[in-house]
């Protein structure tokens, strides 16, 4: 009997972060995510990093994520690009050029991406800033994804030659904040954390 059941103070487990981080995400109304996503994009435009970038990769949101498309309208001249799903045989995504519409394509996890071939490729190195999408993240800037890896292996040049590539910044409800996570090995930190609420600077 003692064993039976885990200790309900126990630290929860990835599976049952993700879960429950995504549980709270989607139970957001439509107004409360209208407005989380203003405050976010305003404190945003707001940062020397995005003032000063670019190229800036961005993200379609999807089960309850924080929405970073109103920073298209902020800044008009500056160019923004989605993540597509690596080719068969690859590992890494790439960022293809958006100019904020509708786009038909859904890829196979169901979020819409431009057409290889009609929108310009940026390389994940050449763009100066990332928004990243996360489940749940910490306040020293680790992240906890979908599970896929996908953006941990894009960038995980920036191990190699610290200091270079895009300045990666995590972006989310302020809900989704949790005291630690888990570092991995393989875990590339963010450098900034931004909610609704509140920038985490990171390092
Ligand atoms: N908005 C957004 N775009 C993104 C990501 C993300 O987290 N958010 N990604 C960050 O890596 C990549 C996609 N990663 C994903 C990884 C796993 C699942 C997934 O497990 N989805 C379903 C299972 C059903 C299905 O995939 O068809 C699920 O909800 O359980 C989805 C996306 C690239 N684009
Ligand atoms: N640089 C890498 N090289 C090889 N495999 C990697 C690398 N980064 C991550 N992975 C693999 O990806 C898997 C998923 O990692 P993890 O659970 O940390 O993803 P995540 O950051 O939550 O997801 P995502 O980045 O897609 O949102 C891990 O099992 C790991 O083996």
């Given at each position: ?13 990835k ?78 995504m ?16 169901g ?10 490729l ?82």
């Amino acid at each position: 009997m003692r064993h039976s059941h885990p200790m309900p103070d126990q630290p929860l487990t990835k599976f049952q972060l993700r879960r429950q981080m995504r549980t709270a995400r989607r139970a957001l109304s439509p107004y409360q995510q209208r407005l989380a996503s203003r405050r976010l994009c305003a404190r945003l435009a707001l940062t020397p990093a995005l003032k000063r970038a670019r190229h800036i990769g961005i993200y379609w949101p999807m089960d309850g994520e924080i929405d970073p498309r109103l920073l298209l309208k902020r800044f008009p001249h500056k160019q923004f690009y989605l993540p597509v799903l690596p080719r068969p045989s690859r590992s890494t995504m790439s960022f293809l050029h958006w100019h904020g519409g509708q786009l038909p394509y859904r890829n196979r996890h169901g979020i819409p991406e431009p057409l290889a071939g009609r929108s310009q490729l940026c390389a994940p190195d050449r763009l100066d800033v990332v928004l990243l999408p996360l489940v749940a993240f910490d306040p020293s800037g680790a992240r906890l994804g979908m599970g896929a890896g996908y953006y941990d292996r894009t960038f995980a040049f920036k191990r190699l030659r610290p200091g270079t590539g895009p300045q990666l910044i995590g972006i989310a409800h302020q809900l989704q904040c949790v005291a630690s996570l888990p570092a991995e090995s393989w875990d590339i930190p963010l450098s900034l954390v931004a909610t609704d609420q509140r920038l985490y600077q990171c390092r």
